[in-house]
Nanobody, 114 residues
Framework: VHVAESGGGLVQAGDSLRLSCEAT????????MGWYRQPPGKQREWVAL???????NHADSVKGRFTISRSDTNDTVYLQVNSLKPEDTAVYYC?????????WGQGTQVTVSS
């Protein structure tokens, strides 16, 4: 399983972005996909997930601003990030859970200037 993110960049506070993540390869037994992020100098933190049945959940710190969704083909997930704040600056990592194993992408940098 190969996971690849895209859509990061340098934005100003209050701007929006849509991050994309595509999972390719053997996704039989797909369980869920989601996002983590790692701010500079801090530990990686969970952001959101969407299950194979379409259930979603978001971290309290991003509820109301971030929304996870997926494509009709279920192999791509999106993270709509609105009202960005400087503290949202981080490398955003996508993951796919397939048959209980987590597969990670390389990450995409989001930098929010004040």
């Amino acid at each position: 399983v190969h996971v690849a993110e895209s859509g990061g960049g340098l934005v100003q506070a209050g701007d929006s972005l849509r991050l994309s993540c595509e999972a390719t390869g053997s996704t039989l037994g797909f369980n869920a996909m989601g996002w983590y992020r790692q701010p500079p100098g801090k530990q990686r933190e969970w952001v959101a997930l969407i299950t194979d049945s379409g259930l979603t959940n978001h971290a309290d710190s991003v509820k109301g601003r971030f929304t996870i969704s997926r494509s009709d083909t279920n192999d791509t997930v999106y993270l709509q990030v609105n009202s960005l704040k400087p503290e949202d600056t981080a490398v955003y990592y996508c993951y796919a859970v397939v048959s209980g194993f987590m597969h990670w992408g390389q990450g995409t940098q989001v930098t929010v200037s004040s």
